[in-house]
Every structure is written in structure tokens, then in C-alpha cells.
């Protein structure tokens, strides 16, 4: 997602099978979610137009996003081992 995919205080989602756009209001912990991604993308020298940016204000790929997704998946089950596979 990126800045582009909010308009007139919606976040536009097109959904998978059907393709349809979804409208979601930004309001509440989303709002607060994206006012402090903004903030934090304003420290980097360059700015991405997406939603989600490396430490290098980079775009993140799916891939890198799937690997941190596993590195913090791992984390977990090592901490709470009841929370394991």
C-alpha cells in the first residue's frame, strides 16, 4: 500500500478475487498507525511513496516483509514455547 491508496480520509483496498475496490475509513488506531508512519518516513532522505520503508526509506518487498514476518514468528515461539508450531 501506498500513499496514493488514501483518498479523502479512506484507505482504498482492492481486494484479491474479486478485484473490487474496499473503502476503509482511517480513523482510530489507524489513524494514530499512520501518522507515526509518516512521522518516522520524514527522518529518511528519501521518501517512498509507500505505506511500509526500510531504515533507508526504501520500499519494502514482499519478500523482506515475509522474512521479517518469520524472524519475529521465531522470536515468539523461543520466548513462549506454548506459542510454538
Do not use: Y
Not at 482511517?26 to 494514530?32: N, P
Not at 498507525?33 to 528519501?46: N, Q, V
Amino acid at each position: 500500500m501506498s500513499e496514493h491508496d488514501i483518498l479523502n480520509g479512506h484507505l482504498i483496498v482492492t481486494q484479491g478475487k474479486t478485484k473490487q475496490p474496499l473503502r476503509i475509513v482511517i480513523a482510530g488506531e489507524l489513524a494514530d498507525l499512520l501518522m507515526r508512519i509518516r512521522a518516522r518516513k520524514t527522518g529518511h532522505s528519501m521518501v517512498a511513496a509507500a505505506l511500509l520503508v526500510n531504515l533507508q526509506g526504501k520500499r519494502l518487498t514482499p519478500a523482506v516483509l515475509r522474512n521479517h514476518f518469520d524472524d519475529a514468528r521465531t522470536a515468539v515461539a523461543a520466548k513462549h514455547p506454548c506459542l510454538g508450531p
